[in-house]
């Protein structure tokens, strides 16, 4: 059952897909308040949780913290951060009552869930126009669904995209991607995909490419595709402003990026100096912008990553002028102390300010709307550009895409990565909590950056990140400029790391095959242990394993030195082990509390009673594994029901996709 509330004027976000009739009257939960800004609040019984806020930080229970929806391109993701860089505004309230709660409202959005008072759960926006879904349920797991059903299917991505791809910003000519493609081929270790950071552009201009570089980029293309490796670039929120550059003078002739009050282009400075923002929001802006993607597309690429679309500004002419306004005071009046770190603040806050979302607009069917009202939908409907203009080139063709900013409507074009973490261990145990709730909120194809985005990394650390890399659809190692290099074969032994991406592709059949059935079915690919065993109270509580899809659970293990970890079975299962040169190991373990030993060099996967998996013999790419002869592993008897196609169409209904496996 699911009830719309509207208040005031609410902006159309185009979130939700389904018709549904507007509620008059009470709220069946909760109370709202409209009297200064928009409030709910709702008295949670002690025993209460809550789930959802998609990529959001800390638990997977949200309750104890206060998070803020507000898109944000900040780097240092620590605990005490309240805003990433997405704005997924819906949460379920699970306990003595089950029910869900969307509020579709594309600005700041406040959701204090018992951090000031420890009972009660307050959300709070400034002004008192949005739509609120109230979705009743039957559990946790059973609203979810229901939402996802409103919201339209998860997109798809070709299945290239579940193999194992590289990245690091700083790669920047043709030689630097051949050694990393030699670098994976002759370690043998498995690989489809690299990824061009911004250093491929032409002074980081969009759909341009540096032609020193890159002088026969098509050709470039192809060799790599002849080692079954696609080249996926970066295309950044930004345009450049360039004289002649054809993007720039394009957008500024028909008045296609976000202007001034006064009319003017708004300028914010980003990697390639002063750019202007596409007005994503403007119907025909974002098909101009889609419309370039073909320049790439026409090369021979099949897939992208859009970044920096929060939208990320390092700082506006605004911003800089007042500024330096103030330290012209400190001069000019001869300040005697200068209050540096008043000073180190200001400067500090030249980026992302929010006073520079009030200084430009978007153009929505004519009328004129400030940035900060509508902020949350930039990175949505910069990937709906480009989710659109692949439907306009080649229909029948699915790409690859995710974005970094996203609000829920985003899931239906692209998938996300989880931005700029750091090689810390917390991090794959966020990364870890974050893939359920983003899975809620209709995002399956997601990762974060295995290793660690900024921060010297360690061996020790990527083996054991990729370890659960292996179990989230997106799967890359990418790093910062600067830091220590981390590719595979940059560490000893890299027979370890082959290993483990070998696992990888091992269980492609499967994990395809559960990312299908969740996207076709609105259902979760990641699920948390509480959604399948409701009724173990000690499972419930459980936030370090996971499930995946419907027949596995996963407890990677995320902390410096251990050899192995403690894991809570809540049913009987066979807990098997990928170890050193593709050996398996299995072993029936009853429910309960188990200590297991879990090597730098193994993956770990607990299969349910009495079902099974299908597992490929490992191979160098996605296309190569051979799906025909599948082992199965898991108890006897058991059956799996496969879902496979070509992976480049969308034929998605084919009856014949379904295949049932006995063990
Ligand atoms: C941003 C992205 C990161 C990328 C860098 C340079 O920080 O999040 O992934 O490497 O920009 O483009």
């Given at each position: 059952m699911i009830r719309k509330y509207i208040f005031g004027k609410p902006f159309n976000t185009e979130a939700i897909v389904s018709e549904i009739r507007t509620e008059e009257g009470e709220l069946s939960y909760g109370k709202i308040c409209t009297e200064k800004g928009f409030s709910f609040t709702y008295e949670m019984e002690d025993d209460d949780m809550v789930y959802g806020l998609g990529e959001a930080n800390r638990g997977l229970n949200k309750r104890g913290y206060c998070y803020v929806s507000d898109c944000s391109d900040d780097?240092?993701?620590?605990?005490?951060?309240?805003?990433?860089?997405a704005a997924h505004n819906f949460i379920v309230v699970s306990g003595k009552e089950n029910f869900g709660l969307f509020f579709d409202y594309p600005s700041v959005i406040t959701f204090d869930i018992g951090y000031n008072r420890s009972s009660l759960l307050q959300v709070t926006c400034d002004a008192a126009d949005l739509a609120l879904y109230v979705i009743d349920g039957a559990n946790a797991y059973d609203v979810v669904k229901q939402f996802r059903s409103i919201i339209g299917r998860s997109y798809i991505?070709?299945?290239?995209?579940?193999?194992?791809?590289?990245?690091?910003?700083?790669?920047?000519?043709?030689?630097?991607?051949?050694?990393?493609?030699?670098?994976?081929?002759?370690?043998?270790?498995?690989?489809?995909?690299i990824y061009m950071d911004i250093d491929y552009m032409e002074g980081y201009k969009d759909f341009t490419l540096n032609e020193e570089h890159f002088p026969d980029f098509p050709e470039f293309v192809k060799e790599m595709k002849e080692q079954g490796i696609r080249l996926v670039p970066i295309i950044d929120a930004g345009v450049k402003v360039e004289e002649g550059y054809s993007v720039y003078e394009e957008g500024v002739k028909n008045r296609y990026f976000c202007q001034r009050e006064d009319g003017s282009d708004f300028v914010a400075a980003v990697w390639p100096g002063d750019t202007h923002f596409p007005d994503v929001l403007n119907a025909d802006a974002r098909k101009w912008f889609g419309d370039n993607y073909r320049v790439l597309i026409d090369q021979g690429i099949e897939g992208f990553w859009n970044d920096m679309n929060e939208p990320a500004i390092f700082y506006s002419r605004e911003g800089m002028e007042e500024l330096k306004a103030t330290l012209w005071k400190y001069v000019e009046e001869n300040t005697e102390t200068i209050p540096v770190w008043q000073l180190g603040d200001q400067i500090q806050g030249l980026a992302n300010n929010h006073e520079d979302y009030k200084r430009f607009y978007h153009?929505?069917?004519?009328?004129?709307?400030?940035?900060?009202?509508?902020?949350?939908?930039?990175?949505?409907?910069?990937?709906?550009?480009?989710?659109?203009?692949?439907?306009?080139?080649?229909?029948?063709?699915?790409?690859?895409?995710?974005?970094?900013?996203?609000?829920?409507?985003?899931?239906?074009?692209?998938?996300?990565?989880?931005?700029?973490?750091?090689s810390w261990w917390s991090h794959i145990l966020l990364n870890l909590k974050m893939m359920p709730s983003l899975n809620m909120c209709g995002f399956l194809y997601t990762g974060a950056d295995l290793g660690g985005f900024g921060a010297d990394t360690t061996r020790d650390l990527v083996l054991r990140w990729l370890a659960l890399g292996v179990f989230t659809p997106l799967m890359r190692n990418h790093s910062a400029i600067g830091t220590r290099e981390q590719e595979c074969y940059q560490f000893e032994n890299t027979e370890d790391f082959r290993g483990i991406i070998e696992t990888r592709y091992r269980l492609v059949p499967y994990l395809y095959s559960e990312y299908m059935k969740a996207a076709l079915n609105n259902d979760m690919y990641f699920k948390p242990l509480a959604f399948v065993y409701p009724e173990d109270d000690f499972a419930v509580r459980v936030e370090d394993q996971m499930m995946i899809g419907n027949e596995i659970m996963i407890a990677p293990v995320y902390t410096q030195n251990a050899k192995g970890r403690y894991v809570y079975l809540p049913?009987?299962?066979?807990?098997?082990?990928?170890?050193?040169?593709?050996?398996?190991?299995?072993?029936?373990?009853?429910?309960?509390?188990?200590?297991?030993?879990?090597?730098?060099?193994?993956?770990?996967?607990?299969?349910?009673?009495?079902?099974?998996?299908?597992?490929?013999?490992?191979?160098?790419?996605?296309?190569?594994?051979?799906?025909?002869?599948?082992?199965?592993?898991?108890?006897?008897?058991?059956?799996?029901?496969?879902?496979?196609?070509d992976g480049v169409h969308k034929d998605y209904g084919n009856p014949e996709n379904y295949t049932v496996l006995r063990k």
């Open positions: 780097p240092n993701h620590t605990e005490d951060k309240r805003s990433l860089y991505p070709p299945k290239f995209a579940f193999g194992f791809g590289q990245s690091r910003w700083g790669y920047k000519t043709r030689e630097d991607f051949r050694k990393v493609a030699e670098g994976y081929r002759k370690n043998r270790i498995p690989m489809d995909m153009n929505v069917n004519g009328e004129k709307i400030r940035h900060d009202k509508v902020h949350n939908l930039f990175g949505y409907n910069m990937t709906r550009a480009a989710g659109e203009a692949f439907e306009r080139i080649d229909p029948e063709k699915r790409f690859l895409m995710f974005s970094r900013s996203s609000y829920v409507g985003m899931h239906r074009y692209g998938g996300i990565w989880t931005g700029d973490n750091k049913e009987r299962m066979k807990f098997v082990k990928f170890s050193k040169n593709g050996q398996i190991t299995e072993e029936v373990l009853e429910k309960g509390h188990h200590y297991v030993e879990i090597a730098l060099n193994e993956v770990p996967v607990f299969i349910r009673e009495g079902r099974c998996i299908p597992v490929a013999k490992a191979a160098e790419t996605v296309e190569k594994l051979d799906t025909k002869h599948l082992e199965l592993l898991g108890f006897e008897g058991a059956e799996y029901m496969l879902y496979e196609d």
